[in-house]
């Protein structure tokens, strides 16, 4: 294979990767605002545990389980339709061009933590003080992992703007440079043209 083929396979490999990341993050994001579902057999009907205790869905609630976490792992009724992704390696997790998407899943997985601890507690028909407390932990654990993600965004927007600012201002400086290179120039061009009728006129003398 060419150093050009490599290349190009390389890129391939890497917005693959970056796309299925991106797939994983979208479920984790709707099931930490909208509920962990629970879980269905492949008749649809709910799974419970050998205490009869009803289960939700596996869901990762670290960088580890994330990367394993697959499609087929969700039941098949709550896995939207547009929605597929396969594991993944740590590395392409962790990598640099997958930092936002890294930082965004790392700020939902306490949250999703929480909703599943206040899931079970109110199906376990825990004391309404005890579903309260575990509904503010949630809620605000919510709002922080929604906010590193606005942040985050802003934070790119800022950069964005300075690197457009920079642009401007280096493509300004080239543009006057190039004015100073042309008039340096013309006045060179003026004079070599004053100069030769000069030599003319001389030869003519002669």
Same mark, same amino acid.
């Given at each position: 294979m060419s150093v050009k083929k490599k290349k190009m396979a390389g890129q391939l490999a890497r917005e693959e990767g970056t796309k299925n990341l991106k797939a994983k993050a979208r479920l984790l994001k709707k099931f930490a605002?909208?509920?962990v579902p629970w879980k269905?057999?492949?008749q649809g009907k709910y799974v419970y545990d050998e205490n009869g205790k009803k289960l939700l869905e596996d869901v990762p609630l670290d960088a580890t389980n994330f990367s394993r976490w697959k499609s087929l792992d969700v039941s098949r009724e709550n896995l939207p339709e547009n929605i597929d992704f396969k594991s993944n390696s740590r590395s392409t997790?962790? *990598?640099e061009h997958n930092k936002d998407i890294h930082n965004e899943v790392n700020a939902y997985f306490s949250t999703l933590e929480l909703l599943? =601890?206040?899931t079970y507690e109110k199906n376990n =028909? =825990? *004391?309404v003080i005890e579903s309260l407390e575990v509904d503010v932990e949630y809620w605000?654990?919510?709002a922080n992992a929604q906010a590193t993600t606005i942040l985050d965004m802003v934070s790119k927007n800022n950069q964005l703007q300075i690197d457009y600012e920079k642009e401007k201002r280096d493509h300004r400086n080239n543009v006057n440079e190039l004015s100073m290179?042309?008039?340096d120039l013309e006045s060179k061009l003026a004079g070599i043209a004053m100069v030769t009728p000069l030599k003319g006129i001389e030869r003519g003398k002669k």
């Open positions: 605002s909208n509920g269905r057999d492949e997790f962790y *990598t599943i =601890k206040r =028909k =825990k *004391t605000a654990s919510l290179q042309i008039s």
